[in-house]
């Protein structure tokens, strides 16, 4: 089985910075991809950001400039750093990897179980 365990959400000022972390446990053969999503209320979820096995990002225009993903991948974590952070960033964020177990396995999807990250003054 794998889990993907998330931390570092809270509650932030306009203007302040949050890094969100999120380890896989569990027995992996290999990671793909990994990722950030966000799902603020009364929308549908979004992606913020990914990151490929070879380090290639992808980032939403709403967060390209302030927030930053990055990867180590002998930890199998995946780390979201939040600079100038808005309003309009409050959601709950998911993180995503592309992952499988055995060799002989496809690439499947896992997901985190959300952390809130609040910005508010």
């Known amino acids: 089985q794998v889990q993907l365990v998330e931390s570092g959400g809270g509650l932030v000022q306009p203007g302040g910075s949050l890094r969100l972390s999120c380890a896989a446990s569990?027995?992996?053969?290999?990671?793909?991809?990994m990722g950030w999503y966000r799902q603020a209320p009364g929308k549908q979820r979004e992606l913020v950001a990914t990151?490929?096995?070879?380090?290639?990002?992808n980032y939403a225009d709403s967060v390209k400039g302030r927030f930053t993903i990055s990867r180590d991948n002998a930890k199998n974590t995946v780390l979201l750093q939040m600079n100038s952070l808005k309003p309009e960033d409050t959601a709950v964020y998911y993180c995503?990897?592309?992952?499988?177990?055995?060799?002989?396995?496809?690439?499947?999807?896992?997901w985190g179980q959300g952390t809130q990250v609040t910005v508010s003054s």
């Open positions: 995503n990897f592309g992952a499988r177990r055995y060799s002989w396995q496809n690439y499947r999807d896992y």
């Open positions: 569990g027995s992996i053969y290999s990671i793909k991809y």
């Open positions: 990151i490929t096995n070879i380090g290639s990002t």
